[in-house]
Nanobody
Framework: EVQLEESGGGSVETGGSLRLACAAPASTGLSKCMAWFRQAPGSEREAVAVIDFDGSTNYGDSVKGRFTISKDNTKTTLTLQMNALKPEDSAMYYC???????????????????????WGQGTQVTVSS
């Protein structure tokens, strides 16, 4: 089994930045497919960004140009750099991993995949107006 742990959440004003991290055990590393999800109170969970084993990425329309998903060189940490934050970005953010490569739609990692094998406990992001 793989344990994932998120960190880096906090409270910022509109336009601010946060960097979230998701750590995987060094013994196993990150899964082939890794993603960031978020869920606001009263809302459905939505995929924010996904990265495949070969580095291919995809982003939700609402965060394109503002968020960046990446892996470190040791393949043990997943990062989500969030810039130009808006109040609507406020949510609990979760990282997820799957032992398989990401599902592809139109040649890109899918944002609708939900059957990830591993999930973290989440880190809260609050953006004030």
């Amino acid at each position: 089994e793989v344990q994932l742990e998120e960190s880096g959440g906090g409270s910022v004003e509109t336009g601010g930045s946060l960097r979230l991290a998701c750590a995987a055990p060094a013994s196993t590393g990150l899964s082939k497919c890794m993603a960031w999800f978020r869920q606001a109170p009263g809302s459905e969970r939505e995929a924010v960004a996904v990265i495949d084993f070969d580095g291919s990425t995809n982003y939700g329309d609402s965060v394109k140009g503002r968020f960046t998903i990446s892996k470190d060189n040791t393949k043990t940490t997943l990062t989500l750099q969030m810039n130009a934050l808006k109040p609507e970005d406020s949510a609990m953010y979760y990282c997820a991993g799957d032992r398989w490569g990401c599902t592809l739609i139109n040649g890109r990692p899918s944002l609708v995949q939900t059957d990830y094998s591993y999930w973290g406990q989440g880190t809260q992001v609050t953006v004030s107006s």
